[in-house]
């Protein structure tokens, strides 16, 4: 059963009226509570019995808010019920399980990255937190997950603070340690990182758009979780993933990264694949990490296809490098098979032919020679790459490949891409 009351402007007699009326409903549970602008919000949420329901109108309310029951707070749809914080502390800390906020604006928060400001903070115990469709503005982080279990962040519009320097600002969303909560569909921008997960397990972060950024998503120390169907616009790196195991990071797209679409580090025992990578310094960086797989991804229009350095045990198959200046940087001296049970990866350089049709390349692919080897070793070898020396050697590999150095082999070449993704529509967003 639920009821309805309206909350006029709490003065002195209005408030004795509002917990008397609070108080009669004690015996009937989710009563919905309609709070005028202007409402000393604190105030009406410490009278609300938990499982109430606070309806807020349109208008301005006085932020630094502590949730310390179950509640929901809802504002019009469109977003116009407007919490302020003092720009100092946190606009709303909720320390209550099975807390939701729906359709609000969240501002102002404090800018203390040390004092972990934030415009929704979800406290250790916030289990079950439901943060919907909101419109998070101007604060720290947006969204802080503190310890918060199985807690939902979803479908909400995050800007950080323009005036402060990309380093100074928090994140749209920090995730630490806060096993089972996803972040899902939100479109977060100028902010530090877009998620920054930290010592957590068994999250999703999935269908966000990020843009303005550091990194889009960035893990560290997250295990057994999810990162999917997201897209990252511009950012410096898109998918920073470090010191993590056992993770599904599959269908992302990256466009226009300024450093690396996809970083790989110390990411162990991880299945990636789908993702699509478009125009960076480098599409994936793979360092130290180890027995992952890496499939049917498509690299394309990056300075580097793929760095790959101090990694091993790794599956790499189906996947399309296209159209990159160099499609892999190895700097070693071991030889490394990218190919799986007779299939390869598409090179869209590769000079090889298929004469029996069955889609496989009857020679195989080498990304990487002794000149290459030579240039990242030492860069001004590069004034000598078009002498006759350099010719030579280039003609000695290819008519006799046991002088080549170690390196990448491919001995089952596509000689099609297995998919051609589109991502140009998404070129014209914000």
Known sequence: MRIFRSIPGLGAANMAALLLALAASGVVRAAVLDVPSGTALQAAIQAAAPGDTLRLASGDYPGNLVIDKPLILEGPSDHSA??????????????????????LTVRHSGLSLSDMDAGIFLDKTAARAHIENNQILDNSVGVYLWGAQDALVEHNRIIGNTGLRVNERGNGVTVWN??????????????????????????????????HLRYAVHYMYTNDSEVSDNLSLGNEVAYAIMFSRRL???????????????????TDESLVQGNVIVDAEKCVFVYNANLNELTDNHFQ????????????????????FVANRNQVKYVGTRFLEWSDAGRGNYWSDAAVFDLDGDGIGDTAYRPNGLIDQ?????????????????????????????????????????????????????????
Request: hydrophobic residues 40%.
């Open 374 to 430: 030579v240039i990242w070793r030492a860069p001004n070898a590069r004034l000598l790459l078009n002498s006759p020396a350099v010719t030579i050697v280039r003609w000695a590999q290819s008519q006799f490949p046991a002088i080549l150095p170690g390196g990448v082999i491919d001995s089952a070449p596509l000689m099609a891409a297995p998919i051609t993704p589109t991502w140009t529509r998404y070129e014209a967003l914000p």
């Open 248 to 266: 599904k990071i599959r269908d992302n797209i990256a466009v226009h990264s300024t450093h690396q679409g996809l970083m790989l580090n110390a």
């Open 301 to 320: 229009d990056c300075d580097i296809g793929v760095h790959y350095t101090g990694s091993d045990g790794n599956r790499i198959h189906g996947n399309a």
């Open 178 to 211: 806060a096993p089972g909560s996803k972040v899902l569909d939100n479109h977060i921008s100028e902010g530090r990182d877009g998620i920054f997960s930290n010592n957590s397990r068994e999250n999703v972060f999935s269908r966000n758009v990020f843009d």
């Open 82 to 103: 407007i919490i302020t914080g003092e720009r100092q502390g946190r606009t709303i800390w909720v320390q209550a399980p099975d807390v939701t906020l729906r359709q």
